[in-house]
């Protein structure tokens, strides 16, 4: 079954600083992996996603993306982290079943400070 | 990105009424939607997968006479909430896909539609 795994609750980084939020899946076949951002109280927001490619994806809002096959890793990263950067991070992996829905991680709660 | 519309964004309703929210695909057509339900600070919990002209597929556990689902076009799915308890409140988002349910295609997110039963 596919799975992806967010192992931090929370990520702290001041503002200048570069951020970057861990996600690893676990796929039979192909890997499609999806970032979206929530910010308090409202829906998801497509940052970016991987299908095939270069291994680096950019995304919306300054973010980018790190496929690495051999660690099955799709790590979010931006150079230099804004304050209203600050919100909760899902990585999702689409799960290749007859309706090929998104199975979500846990979710990373990003929190810059000024 | 597509535009996914929910409405309402907030309700309030008694113990024991019945409240529905919508969920409309603005710019494309959608034959499949699904519905989500978050609580505070945790993932998504997929409900059930909105199919168009046809049942909808439910998740294991979540009971399918409490939580009616229509998808009555390619551009609307419904929920509705029925004999709602304080347990039911929740976030509720809805998502589609405009290009299927191909594995590269982008699903997008409603905002969100939060209920509080009283």
């Known amino acids: 079954a596919q799975s992806v795994a967010q192992p931090e609750d929370q990520v702290n980084v001041a503002e200048g600083n570069p951020l970057t939020v861990k996600c690893t899946y676990s796929?039979?076949?192909?890997?499609?992996l999806f970032w979206y951002v929530q910010y308090p109280n409202r829906g998801l927001q497509f940052l970016l996603k991987y299908i095939t490619g270069d291994n680096l994806v950019k995304g919306s809002y300054g973010f980018e993306a790190e496929f690495n096959k051999s660690q099955t890793s799709f790590h979010l990263k931006k150079p230099s982290a804004l304050v209203s950067d600050s919100a909760l991070y899902f990585c999702?992996?689409?799960?290749?079943?007859?309706?090929?829905?998104?199975?979500f991680g846990t979710g990373t709660l990003l929190a810059v400070q000024p | 990105g597509a535009v996914v519309s929910q409405h309402p964004s907030w309700v309030i309703c008694k113990s024991g009424t019945s409240v529905k929210i919508e969920c409309r695909s603005l710019d494309f057509q959608a034959t499949t939607m699904f519905w989500y339900r978050q609580f505070p600070k945790q993932s998504l919990m997929l409900m059930a997968t909105?199919?168009?002209?046809?049942?909808?597929?439910?998740e294991q556990g979540v009971e399918k006479d409490k939580f009616l689902i229509n998808h009555a076009s390619l551009t609307l799915s419904t929920l509705t909430v029925t004999s709602a308890h304080p347990e039911d409140s929740s976030f509720y988002i809805c998502s589609a896909s405009p290009g299927g349910l191909g594995s590269g295609n982008t699903i997008y997110f409603g905002e969100g539609s939060w209920l509080t039963v009283v």
């Open positions: 909105s199919n168009e002209g046809s049942k909808a597929t439910y």
């Open positions: 999702a992996v689409r799960d290749g079943g007859a309706t090929n829905k998104l199975i």
């Open positions: 796929v039979s076949g192909n890997p499609y």
